[in-house]
């Protein structure tokens, strides 16, 4: 089956392009210079080569410069995600589009279902619920995968950041009072590709709403910490910097964070049998093909649980 990834210059994107193969699909993996989802006669030309579903990895993810770019994030994560619905439903095929945990406000205290109500606080959040009002109004067979705290080999994420600032600095504050769980890229595509696998098996899917996620949650303080810990074990960095944490108060950002953005992924692992995987071995993994050394005495699992 031929499958079309939007966005593969992306995180997820890149690692759905790089692995489809191994799932037994053939690729067509525009980045954003060879489709931009917001324009419909681009979208259109490349149906014109008749792929069988399609995968939405493309969005506007700057979550601060939403704030003074709404036009810009909507274009992208409204706009675009309604072109692939309608692009999907003219030819009869579905659509797999990934959605973010900034749906939800962040005001609870326990893991949010699908059935919860959202509440974005920014625009990035708000744009990106549009784009999955709009292709629920448009398309049947979808299936909409919020995620959240992404990280991976491509792209600019947490854990290349916080790899950066351990080499420069002897000491850092993260914020300890935000709370999710982070997800490698290269799960997130193995998952969807597992689900257009299974499409292409059996031309039927359980469509609809679900959350995915690594596990288990922690603040961006535990994850900056095991990542230092990680990364001097595989020589990464010679030594670990001193991590203090720090309330999101200290560290003001143009966009308000969820304080609590952790996702139930039971609906997806029930209808799926794709459990959330320990976001600590995902780690890692990415660490691993960063460069990291892996002793032959310990592997990646045992490291993060040593
Ligand atoms: P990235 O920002 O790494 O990738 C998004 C890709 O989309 C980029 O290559 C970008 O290109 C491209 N893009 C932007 N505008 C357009 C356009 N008009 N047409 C085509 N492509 C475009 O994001 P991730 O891979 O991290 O995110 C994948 C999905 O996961 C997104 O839906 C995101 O909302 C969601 N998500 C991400 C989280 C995270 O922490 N990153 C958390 C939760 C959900 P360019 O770089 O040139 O702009």
Not at 101 to 127: Q, W
């Amino acid at each position: 089956m031929r499958i079309l990834v939007c966005g593969a210059g992306g995180q997820v994107g890149h690692e759905l392009v790089d692995r489809a193969a191994a799932f037994g699909l053939d690729v067509l993996g525009p980045t954003r210079a060879q489709l931009d989802v917001s324009k419909p006669e681009q979208i259109a030309a490349l149906m014109r080569q008749r792929p069988e579903l399609i995968i939405n990895a493309a969005a506007y993810t700057h979550v601060d410069n939403a704030e003074t770019h709404a036009e810009q994030a909507y274009a992208v994560n409204l706009d675009g995600a309604r072109n692939l619905a309608e692009a999907a439903a003219h030819a009869g095929i579905p659509l797999l589009h990934i959605s973010t945990d900034y749906v939800f406000s962040g005001d609870a205290s326990a893991p949010y279902r699908e059935t919860d109500g959202t509440g974005p606080t920014g625009v990035y959040g708000a744009s990106k619920l549009a784009g999955e009002e709009a292709i629920r109004a448009c398309l049947e067979s979808h299936l909409i995968l919020r995620t959240s705290w992404v990280y991976g080999v491509h792209g600019h994420n947490f854990v290349k950041t916080m790899l950066r600032l351990g080499r420069q600095r002897d000491a850092l504050g993260v914020v300890s009072d935000q709370f999710g769980c982070p997800t490698q890229a290269g799960r997130i595509a193995s998952v969807l590709l597992t689900l257009a696998s299974r499409y292409a098996r059996d031309g039927r899917l359980d469509w609809g709403l679900y959350h995915y996620s690594g596990s288990p949650s922690c603040s961006w303080y535990d994850f900056a910490v095991e990542i230092f810990r990680q990364g001097e074990a595989m020589g990464l960095l010679a030594r670990q910097p001193q991590v203090s944490p720090i309330l999101t108060a200290q560290y003001p950002t143009p966009a308000r964070r969820p304080a609590w953005s952790v996702l139930d992924c039971s609906r997806f692992e029930t209808t799926f049998g794709l459990p959330p995987q320990p976001w600590q071995d995902d780690l890692s993994e990415v660490l691993a093909a960063l460069g990291g050394q892996v002793s032959p005495q310990i592997t990646p699992g045992q490291l993060s649980r040593a």
